[in-house]
């Protein structure tokens, strides 16, 4: 083999490494421009969907045009307490202790069950909740929170991730939004329910309730229809089943013999 030829064959050799260094350059480029263009197509398609998220919560329901206040006495996580969320929305004033709120204040000292007589008092005052934890009620100075409309709910159960499927331990925007929903104010309580996640639950949960109540006329009806339900559901829960549906109609055996 002659030297010429040689110098060839390494000058080709070279040719064809440097060649193929830039193809992998080429189709790293590509790669990294493909990559760059997909992680874009992405970020906006998340942005389309985030922001299509916020335009849904948004859309339901109707803000109120009536006061909306709590008490806040910083027994919860500020995390997870939905009254504080509401507060960092502006969706909810904060009163302080001492304070005298004018319109209809769900408190633990209430006589009545809030019932659809109260929608003029919503309307013209507001509702206010007292955000408190269930485990400080001993501790909690309610006489320091004051009005002339003290109301009690009545059975509904709770779907907030903390108390969820527990009877009556209510998060204040569930207490908020039951309020309005009982007084006819259903779309605000759609509205409030729709800031958080898990807010439909809530409504789903106590729909057939929450309808009952919103269609008495007094808190003597609230708690007829209260009563009522929950009587029926504890003889529904203390019925035996029965279990003959669950139990095998025939064993393998005679299965494989039939066949």
Request: net charge neutral; hydrophobic share 30%.
């Amino acid at each position: 083999m002659s030297a010429r030829y040689k110098g060839k064959s390494k000058r080709g050799s070279y040719r064809n490494v440097k060649s193929n260094h830039n193809c992998a350059r080429n189709f790293a480029q590509q790669e990294n421009e493909l990559s760059k263009s997909n992680t874009t197509d992405s970020d906006d398609s998340n942005d389309s969907d985030s922001s299509g998220g916020d335009n849904n919560i948004e859309s339901l329901g109707q803000p109120p045009d009536f006061a909306v206040a709590m008490w806040d006495l910083n027994h919860c996580d500020p995390k997870k307490c939905s009254g504080r969320k509401l507060a960092r929305l502006g969706l909810i004033s904060n009163l302080r202790l001492g304070q005298k709120f004018p319109g209809l204040v769900l408190s633990p000292v209430g006589q009545l069950c809030v019932s659809p007589q109260d929608r003029d008092i919503v309307t013209a005052s507001g509702v206010a909740v007292i955000d408190c934890s269930w485990a400080k009620l001993d501790e909690t100075p309610f006489n320091r929170m004051r009005s002339p409309h003290p109301r009690l709910l009545p059975f509904l159960v709770a779907a907030n991730p903390i108390n969820y499927g527990k009877p009556c331990k209510l998060s204040c925007v569930e207490a908020i939004a039951a309020t309005l929903y009982i007084c006819g104010f259903t779309e605000e309580a759609r509205w409030f329910m729709g800031k958080f996640s898990w807010g439909h639950a809530f409504l789903e949960l106590n729909e057939k309730l929450l309808n009952s109540y919103a269609a008495c006329k007094s808190s003597d009806e609230i708690l007829k229809v209260q009563n009522e339900y929950i009587e029926t559901e504890q003889k529904e829960r203390d019925k035996p089943r029965d279990l003959k549906e669950f139990y095998p109609t025939s064993s393998s055996e005679s299965d494989e013999e039939q066949s």
